[in-house]
């Protein structure tokens, strides 16, 4: 398990403020610090901005019209806050947007090969073996236009065109939205031996927080654009808070869908 | 007196002569003589693209400001401006264009198309293939190539009576605007073998009309352009190809006039010619410079009629309507043999409908005339013209003056 | 062969040869839409710029002539000397080259991930733009456009024609130069796009602008690239077009003949366009030809589209074109 | 067993009626790929009916059949006793059918209440003239209406967002406008893709809890397609699994649950 | 702090379906009402009105038209110079073979008719989408133009095919032809605009619009849920060609008074009013009033500054022009896809939080 007090942190986002549209405030100064080679989670709920603090990292704001309006994000030491998203995935950040964003026209394989596109060796048969080792239902479907496939099979396109690229740090969102659970294990045992094997660092919005919580090692939570709780994940865990809300445990362990019928306010940390 | 011109969009090519020989001539009155009567000219320009809605901004913008007379350059225009003309009381002068049926000053009181029109262009060079085959056309084959619009379409009338007139086969051949692309068309002549062609073009379409005829290999002296398909912006795209094509002329081309001594010394040399100064000479910038010489003239007639010189747009339109240009006064004005004389009158604004021929020279990138004035055949055309004017007065409940 | 057969084969093949005339227009339409999802309008004046241009190095005209002296009264016309074809043709292509900098720059950078319709619009923008910038530059009078082109009636085709069936067919010179080059630049093009790594890029963004970023392709190069290689083509249309008709406004219209091939081949497919061009070429000339004259005449500028119109309700993609993917 | 023409009470005591709708051996080809290979079930009256499988087996394809966008080469559809013609999906959505999408499908350029309104389209009678004029009819409908949609807003909480573009919100509010939008269809049968999809614990039971209180209250029938098992064990009445195409199991949850073929497929391990 | 709008106090559904749900929106459009038709008829001249006004209120009804075909129902449609002929010779036949019947009667008979033509070529829009389709309708504009250009009934026969408008009355005062004063032109289309906007405003809140708007945001899932995409689509074509019609019409009749098909109806005129619509706004009235007069002015306002101020020569000016329009266009969308009509919801938005921002 990955201290993270003694590692370097690759990645430094300091008190960062989004705003969409030149309006819409979104992040209220989130500060997150990843460290090299870890896994690290970014949870919270619907609209807390976990895709947002992503896409200001992986610089993709400017099409949404959004912008980063104060704070700093760094990189290594850099700052990339000016950088165009290709150039932060020739330094190794590459990003898995959230709702699979295949290029429909193309083919399941042609969609994986874009994912090489700023590779210049030739070993991109090689981690095309391995995508297809990792995803055999891609292999059963890749002359098929991605934009017939099924939802899970766009997901997991979308995963493994990332991998393709052999980057050195994956911001996944919401990797296991519209999969099976046996392959959301699957993809979470992805995570982690690419993340070990390859020292691949991790930062993974989630709203799956019991399998994340499982395999990250370090996590954040978000709540309406600012951080309200991180710590290491086994910590998180075991939070009573977190807990109850986020894992849906309740004293007497997981209790049933059709138990929670009652009106019930959810805490909050931040009135 | 505003000068609606244009020198953008697609017609651009036409425009931009035409509109520095018009200004030309009014700058070397100013500079020469000090204006006309002591009157400076004023020609405002007024760009329009040869598009009708700039074109009434552009009436609207300058009517206020005390315009005398319009000359808009494009049929579509005048058709518009008829009406408004007729109700602000301006004159509307319209030389080789506009709607021909004007020339009957009992109904269009407004509106002078002196000294000849489209149904005239059409009739004299009928007139003139006439002569070229010992006056009988019976059993010849004339194609009409033409624009399809308004101005295009003009023609079509005169030469079906004409040709009822005199036994030749007419062949209507429509070309859509811009007529960048007119292989079908010529593919049609090549088949259809006619022994003549006219044409009646604007733009970009001539060039590729005698480019394509030159591509068929279609003798070219059998091939003939009304006045606006006549100018160097038609042949010198083609080359040599072009060389032995015809065209109608209502006046003389080419720097061979005195008057082009005085526009020398007082204008381009102190550098207020008009535009980039490099349209001098040509076909349009001399057909420019003829319209403000008539303008020009008529201005003198109304000083004259009125008795003081600052006149108003009603006192011109007398101007026009009692102007003659007789051969001595253009001698006399640096234009020796370039327009034929003509009288206009209360019924009569049209003119006598003369013209000429002329021929490109493609080695000399020169136009020759190669006839004298030639006549129209009124005995045709007054009737249609009177017919046309009729409709227009019933449409719109207009009396017939001057009786 | 009865004469009528005759004429219809003469028309058949005129109307072919225009069509790859009017491929040679959609080929930039085709790069551009397949790679960024833009529909191009701009790309007529494209071809105008890029023969204006053209003419103006080859015959040394000082550019922005017009503006200079009327601000500074000096009488500046011509530089006084006459490049070679070649050479001219090469500053053209840099130039072309330039633009496509510019715009992407300038206006494309700005409008990633936006609706469609706004970039057509923005491209309308464009066209309008160019279009005084050329005016200015070069001055609006019409030009001769010469690069040494053959042109005219092709004398082998004549004879052996005649001497076949006894009526010599018209092929125009011009157009066969033009067939050779079309070809050239379909087969190479489509070469590119099919199996380069940036022909797969280029697929990739006109699908998903975002997307592409994300995994890092740059938008700025495809963009420039792409723009650049559909200048040179407007470049390519506009010695063709200019060669026939002289230099001036009225060639940028010619976009408007590419639109039907464009829809007809498909917008994503680059042999499409080629293929729309002849159908549509031979469609309309032989229509305007044996029946043009029963209803009028000047049929060709509908008529095209009314073609394309009837093949697009068996197959709204077009000819080749990708289908649009429809799913929920 | 219980008497399964004639409906039965749950445990619970809600009561299940006759068979509702009935897919009868359908079979779906895309080309060469079979997305659905020769499957029939049932569904019941006022059932909550699941779909599970692993990606890509054709469960989103199967509610496109129902609700008609796919036309399946082979089999036929039952629905309320008579066989369903061929028709078309607007034809389907005015016999009571209406379904949330997987990639959520809303109008992203509407306010989240026009986007609720368009559910009632259906509903709504009004011709256009009288739409022109904003007279009578028009305005009333539109008042009665809303005063329905309102309620929806309401049940599914999400009254602060009334006037909000869809396309700004957040992923879970877009799935629960969605529901609001299928659910002010009034209809008799809703067929859910993976509504709780990108959600948390906490909004998956808020979501639960809709979806059984919609159950309850109005009886509507329920087809829902989830991966996230707990949710399905807990509020489905009977569960169809699909794997490749094929119909591998269908049950109870718990006849599911321990079914070999299934465990092997799809859940992996034996979920609890 | 004069922009309030703390908290829905809408007591019941209507009112909060109004138009204006603000109060202070509300004043201030009473307020234009009121300059509209009661100040600028009396202060009218021949140049406002012929420069401006008129054209800026017969393109607002042009594109109000095209904004509930491609802003609010999405179908881009290029055939708007098309229609907007059909509408003109409509109007010009009727009011030649109907003299005695008021010219309001024509100009909505004008726009029903193209209604039924713009049905006609709304058809293929059921199979054919996106650009295909906007150039799919090019079809109609050149067929068009191209028909009443050939055909001689069309144009009575006149020597030219030129059409020109023959003097009509509304209550004694000339609307159309030469005698027309400024006010009266003003004010005939002002009247027409007014209610026909009025019209799409209602149509657009409602289920028409809903459905429309459905269709245009995702028309597979709008049909899944029950809107019948043939009469949607056939619907906005129809109601859409109906303004294109009238609007036509009024171009022709009141505004130019004399027309060439190809020239005042050809592919430039479609152009210019889907300008005027991205500009404005998609799926806004508001915008596509905004996007008129943007349109209208720009032209002349920076004619009259280059020629008027600087005193440049017209060509350089107008090439000047060209590229400053261009350049503009370019430059709004840049700065906002939406719109003007967005523009101005995000000022409102800012306002209303003002002073605070966020
Ligand atoms: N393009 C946009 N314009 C305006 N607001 C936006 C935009 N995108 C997101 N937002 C707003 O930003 C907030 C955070 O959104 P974000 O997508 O980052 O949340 P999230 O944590 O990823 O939620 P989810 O789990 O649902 O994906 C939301 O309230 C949303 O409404
Ligand atoms: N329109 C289509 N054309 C071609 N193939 C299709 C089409 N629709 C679905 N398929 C294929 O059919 C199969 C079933 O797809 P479907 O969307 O029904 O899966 P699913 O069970 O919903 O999966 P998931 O859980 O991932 O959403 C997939 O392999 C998919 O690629
Ligand atoms: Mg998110
Ligand atoms: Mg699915």
């Not at chain 2, 005048?78 to 080789?96: E, M, N, R, W």
């Not at chain 2, 407004?110 to 004299?124: H, L, R």
């Not at chain 3, 890092?216 to 083509?233: E, K, P």
Request: glycine share 10%; with cysteine; hydrophobic share 45%.
């Amino acid at each position: 398990m990955l201290d993270a007090a003694k590692t370097e942190s690759l990645l430094e986002v300091n008190n960062i403020e989004v705003i969409y549209n030149h309006v819409i405030l979104v992040l209220k100064g989130v500060s997150l610090s990843v460290p090299k080679g870890g896994i690290t989670a970014l949870l919270g709920g619907n609209g807390a901005g976990k895709t947002t603090t992503l896409k200001a990292i992986s610089n993709l704001l400017h099409s949404e019209r959004g912008e980063v309006t104060k704070g700093s994000i760094i990189y290594r030491g850099e700052r990339v806050q000016d950088m165009s998203p290709a150039d932060l995935v020739k330094k190794g950040v590459i990003q898995v947007m959230e709702g699979r964003h295949c290029f429909g026209h193309l083919t399941v394989e042609d969609n994986l090969l874009t994912g090489a596109y700023t590779r210049t060796d030739r070993e991109v048969a090689k981690d095309l073996e391995m995508v297809y080792h990792y995803f055999p239902r891609l292999k059963e479907r890749r002359k098929s236009q991605a934009g017939y496939t099924s939802g899970g099979e766009q997901q997991m396109v979308a995963i493994g065109r990332a991998l393709m690229s052999r980057p050195e740090t994956i911001l996944l969102d919401e990797p296991s939205m519209g999969l099976a659970p046996q392959l959301v294990e699957q993809i979470f045992e992805i995570v982690r031996a690419v993340n070990e094997k390859e020292g691949v660092t991790f930062l993974l919005a989630e709203q799956n927080t019991n399998v994340a919580l499982r395999y990250a090692h370090y996590g954040y939570i978000l709540e309406n654009g600012r951080v309200v709780m991180d710590g290491p994940a086994a910590d998180l865990r075991e939070n009573p808070d977190v807990k109850e809300f986020y894992l849906g445990m309740s004293d007497k362990g997981r209790k049933s869908f059709r138990d929670v019928r009652s009106y019930r306010r959810r805490k909050r940390w931040l009135a | 007196v505003p000068n609606l011109s244009y020198r953008t969009g697609p017609y651009a090519p036409g425009g931009i002569p035409y509109a520095d020989g018009f200004n030309d001539y009014f700058t070397l009155l100013n500079e020469r003589d000090g204006g006309i009567g002591g009157e400076k000219v004023v020609n405002p320009e007024c760009e329009t693209a040869y598009n009708t809605e700039k074109g009434v901004e552009c009436y609207e913008a300058t009517k206020g400001s005390g315009a005398l007379v319009y000359n808009p350059l494009s049929t579509g225009i005048t058709y518009q401006l008829i009406p408004k003309v007729s109700a602000d009381g301006i004159p509307l002068y319209t030389p080789g264009y506009g709607r021909t049926s004007a020339a009957n000053g009992k109904i269009f009181e407004w509106v002078f198309n002196y000294p000849a029109n489209y149904w005239d262009g059409a009739s004299v060079a009928i007139k003139y293939l006439l002569d070229q085959n010992g006056g009988d056309l019976s059993g010849k084959r004339i194609a009409l190539v033409y624009h399809n619009s308004a101005y295009g379409k003009e023609p079509i009338r005169t030469l079906q009576e004409l040709s009822k007139k005199h036994g030749y086969e007419l062949i209507e051949i429509p070309v859509d605007h811009p007529g960048q692309e007119q292989k079908s068309q010529w593919l049609q002549i090549r088949r259809d073998k006619p022994d003549y062609v006219l044409m009646w073009g604007w733009g970009v379409m001539n060039a590729v009309a005698i480019q394509e005829a030159a591509n068929i290999r279609y003798p070219m002296e059998n091939f003939i352009g009304i006045w606006w398909s006549g100018s160097e912006n038609d042949v010198l795209p083609v080359g040599d190809g072009a060389n032995g094509y015809k065209s109608l002329a209502m006046h003389g081309t080419g720097m061979d006039y005195p008057v082009y001594g005085d526009l020398k010394t007082y204008v381009y040399d102190t550098g207020k010619a008009s535009g980039a100064g490099d349209q001098v000479g040509s076909v349009l910038y001399s057909r420019g410079m003829y319209a403000a010489l008539v303008i020009s003239e008529a201005i003198r007639k109304a000083q004259e009629l009125a008795g003081h010189s600052a006149i108003t747009a009603a006192e011109l339109r007398n101007g026009f309507e009692a102007l003659e240009i007789t051969e001595a006064r253009m001698a006399e004005l640096g234009l020796p043999n370039f327009g034929q004389p003509f009288a206009a009158s209360c019924a009569d604004h049209g003119g006598p409908g003369h013209a000429l021929i002329q021929q490109w020279d493609a080695a000399a990138k020169k136009w020759n005339l190669i006839t004298g004035f030639i006549a129209p055949d009124d005995e045709v055309l007054t009737p249609l013209v009177m017919e046309d004017s009729a409709a227009f007065a019933a449409e719109n409940a207009i009396a017939e003056r001057c009786n | 062969m009865p004469d009528q057969l005759l004429y219809a084969t003469e028309a058949a093949l005129n109307g072919l040869m225009a069509g790859v005339l009017y491929s040679l227009v959609a080929l930039g339409f085709v790069l551009i839409f397949k790679a960024s999802g833009i529909f191009n309008y701009a790309q007529g004046v494209l071809a105008l710029f890029a023969a204006l241009t053209l003419v103006g190095f080859q015959n040394g005209q000082v550019p922005f002539a017009h503006l200079i002296n009327a601000v500074f009264g000096t009488d500046l016309h011509h530089f006084g000397w006459q490049l070679p074809a070649l050479v001219a043709i090469v500053l053209t292509a840099g130039v072309m080259v330039a633009l496509a900098i510019v715009i992407e720059r300038y206006v494309l950078k700005h409008l990633v991930n936006q609706p469609p319709i706004i970039l057509f619009m923005a491209t309308i923008g464009m066209a309008y733009f160019l279009e005084g910038f050329g005016d200015i530059m070069w001055g609006a009078d019409i030009k001769k456009l010469d690069v040494g082109l053959p042109q005219g009636l092709n004398e082998t085709i004549d004879a052996v024609t005649f001497e076949a069936f006894g009526y010599g067919f018209f092929i125009d010179n011009l157009d066969i130069v033009a067939s050779v080059v079309a070809a050239l630049l379909v087969i190479s093009l489509t070469l590119f796009s099919q199996y380069s790594k940036q022909g797969r890029a280029l697929r990739a963004v006109a699908d998903d602008h975002q997307a592409a970023l994300s995994v890092g392709i740059s938008l700025r190069f495809i963009w420039v690239l792409v723009w650049s290689i559909a200048g040179f083509v407007a470049l390519v249309a506009g010695i063709m077009w200019g060669s026939k008709s002289g230099v001036q406004f009225s060639l940028s219209l010619i976009a408007l003949k590419a639109l039907p091939v464009l829809m007809l081949g498909g917008f994503t497919s680059i042999p499409g366009a080629i293929v729309g061009g002849l159908i549509i070429g031979m469609g309309e000339k032989l229509f305007e030809f044996f029946i043009g004259p029963m209803i009028g005449g000047a049929t060709e500028n509908w008529f095209a589209y009314v073609l394309a119109l009837l093949f697009l309700v068996f197959r709204p993609q077009g000819l080749f074109g990708e289908k649009i993917i429809e799913r929920v | 067993m219980k008497d399964m023409t004639e409906g039965y009470t749950t445990a619970d005591g809600r009561r299940i009626g006759p068979v509702l709708m009935e897919m009868k051996n359908i079979t779906l080809r895309f080309g060469g790929v079979k997305a659905i290979t020769d499957i029939s079930f049932d569904i019941r009256e006022g059932e909550i009916r699941a779909i599970i499988g692993p990606n890509g087996a054709g469960k989103s394809s199967m509610l496109n059949v129902i609700s008609g966008f796919y036309v399946p080469q082979e089999g036929e559809v039952w629905f309320k006793g008579y066989r369903r013609g061929p028709m078309r999906p607007y034809q389907v959505a005015r016999l009571g059918i209406s379904r949330t999408f997987q990639n959520i499908a809303l109008f992203d350029g509407m306010s989240v209440l026009d986007n609720i309104m368009t559910g009632r389209l259906t509903l709504m009678k009004s011709g256009l003239l009288n739409q022109a004029l904003w007279w009578g009819r028009a305005e009333r409908e539109e008042t009665e209406h809303r005063e329905k949609v309102e309620k929806i807003i309401d049940f599914l909480e999400i009254q602060a967002i009334r006037k909000t573009p869809v396309g700004r919100l957040p992923y879970g509010l877009k799935k629960r406008v969605e529901l609001a939008r299928a659910l002010a269809a009034e209809p008799k049968l809703l067929l859910l893709d993976e509504p709780m999809a990108g959600m948390n614990v906490e909004e998956k039971e808020d979501m639960s809890r809709f979806i059984l209180d919609v159950n309850d209250e109005f009886g509507t029938t329920i087809v829902l397609i989830e991966h996230d098992m707990g949710v399905v064990m807990d509020l489905s009445d009977r569960v169809v699994v699909m794997d490749y195409g094929k119909k591998i199991g269908d049950g109870t949850p718990d006849e599911v649950r321990s079914n070999p073929d299934v465990i092997n497929a799809y859940l992996g391990v034996a979920h609890d | 702090m004069f922009y309030r709008e703390a908290g829905d106090f809408k007591t019941s559904y209507a009112d909060d379906s109004q138009t204006f749900p603000i109060r202070f929106d509300r004043l201030r459009y009473y307020a234009v009402v009121a300059v509209a038709f009661g100040v600028i008829p009396f202060v009218i001249n021949d140049y406002w009105a012929n420069a401006v006004f008129v054209p800026f209120l017969i393109y607002a009804i042009a594109a109000i038209g095209l904004n509930i075909l491609t802003g609010y129902c999405g179908q881009v449609s290029l055939g708007t110079g098309g229609f907007m002929a059909v509408g003109a010779y409509a109007c010009y036949k009727l009011m030649t073979a109907f003299p005695e019947v008021s010219i309001l009667i024509h100009v909505l008979l004008a726009g029903g008719i193209t209604a039924m033509v713009g049905v006609l070529f709304g058809l293929p829009s059921l199979r054919i989408k996106g650009f295909y389709l906007a150039v799919a309708t090019l079809a109609a504009q050149f067929f068009l133009v191209w028909l009443f250009n050939k055909v001689p009934w069309f144009y009575n026969y006149s020597a030219s095919g030129q059409i020109s408008a023959p003097e009509r009355t509304i209550l004694g005062h000339p609307v159309t032809g030469a005698a027309t004063t400024a006010s009266a032109k003003y004010l005939f289309c002002l009247v027409i605009l007014f209610a026909l906007a009025w019209l799409a405003r209602n149509l657009t809140r409602g289920t028409v619009g809903r459905k429309w708007m459905a269709i245009r945001d995702m028309d597979i899932a709008a049909e899944i849920i029950g809107v019948n995409p043939l009469t949607t689509k056939l619907s906005a074509f129809a109601i859409s060609s109906f303004y294109i019609g009238v609007a036509g019409a009024l171009f022709f009749a009141v505004y130019l008074g004399a027309a060439e098909v190809g020239e005042a109806f050809g592919i430039q005129k479609s152009f210019l009013i889907l300008f005027m619509i991205i500009i404005g706004g998609l799926g806004s009235i508001f915008g596509s009033f905004a996007g008129a007069a943007f349109m209208v002015l720009m032209p002349v306002l920076l004619k009259n500054i280059l020629v008027g101020q600087f005193g440049w020569a017209t060509d350089l000016a107008a090439h000047v022009e060209l590229m400053i329009v261009g350049a503009l266009i370019v430059i709004f969308l840049i700065a906002e896809p939406h719109g003007m009509a967005q523009l101005w919801r995000l000022a409102k938005e800012k306002l209303r939080l003002w002073p605070f921002p966020h």
